[in-house]
């Protein structure tokens, strides 16, 4: 598998996982409430959650794709086509407020386990990585790699998931960058948008 195809596995998941989800709005509130300190835990378990779906589709849809390959070619046009709206809803949505529900102050945090869990349970019922890592992310597989892609995909995944939290529990965490980064909201998510639209357009075209 040559550098170049690990290059696009990894640019295509971190668009997925920069896209607004339940995760981002969930790390944002703890860093929020807790402090980044704690809300390191909740990102580590975004990225065992991420890596769980990648391992369930890999072991369990690449069966199914072997005994009916028109399954892969129906999936990945279903990909792109999931890549163009989520590309629409983000442009369409960019001018939206960022809001943080207020929260009580004086409930107690959770330990950094329970984090862990809350944010692994939070990724396996997101509905996003469901759709992607069954449609975007095996078809940019290719059939039968050795095991070390599988290990270097799986790590590019939790440092995608995990990391990009990270970033936003950081920001939130911050006067200043969490009143910088809402100024420039619109731009940021706009562009966004459009590299998502141009990735699911590529997709349906290769």
């Given amino acids: 598998m040559t550098v170049a195809a690990l290059l696009a596995i990894y640019l295509v998941h971190l668009a997925a996982a920069i896209s607004p989800g339940p995760t981002t709005l969930l790390a944002a509130r703890s860093a929020a409430r807790d402090g980044f300190d704690r809300a390191i835990f909740l990102a580590i378990g975004f990225g065992i959650g991420a890596c769980l779906w990648a391992i369930a589709a890999i072991f369990g849809l690449a069966l199914l794709f072997e005994l009916a390959p028109v399954l892969l070619t129906a999936l990945k046009f279903m990909g792109a086509a999931y890549l163009i709206y989520l590309a629409i809803?983000?442009?369409?949505?960019?001018?939206d407020p960022f809001e943080i529900t207020p929260?009580?102050?004086?409930?107690?945090p959770k330990s950094p386990r329970a984090l862990v869990w809350l944010g692994m349970a939070t990724q396996l019922a997101n509905p996003k990585p469901a759709v992607f890592f069954g449609t975007i992310f095996l078809t940019f597989l290719p059939p039968e790699p050795p095991i070390w892609v599988y290990a270097v995909v799986l790590g590019m995944i939790f440092i995608n998931d995990a990391g990009w939290?990270?970033?936003v529990a950081r920001i939130f965490s911050l006067p200043a960058p969490r009143r910088a980064y809402l100024?420039?909201?619109?731009?940021?998510?706009?562009v966004f948008g459009g590299v998502l639209a141009l990735l699911g357009a590529r997709l349906a075209m290769n």
């Fill in 89 to 95: 809803m983000i442009w369409r949505h960019a001018s």
């Fill in 103 to 108: 929260t009580d102050h004086a409930e107690k």
């Fill in 183 to 190: 100024g420039l909201k619109p731009v940021i998510e706009r």
């Fill in 165 to 167: 939290n990270l970033i």
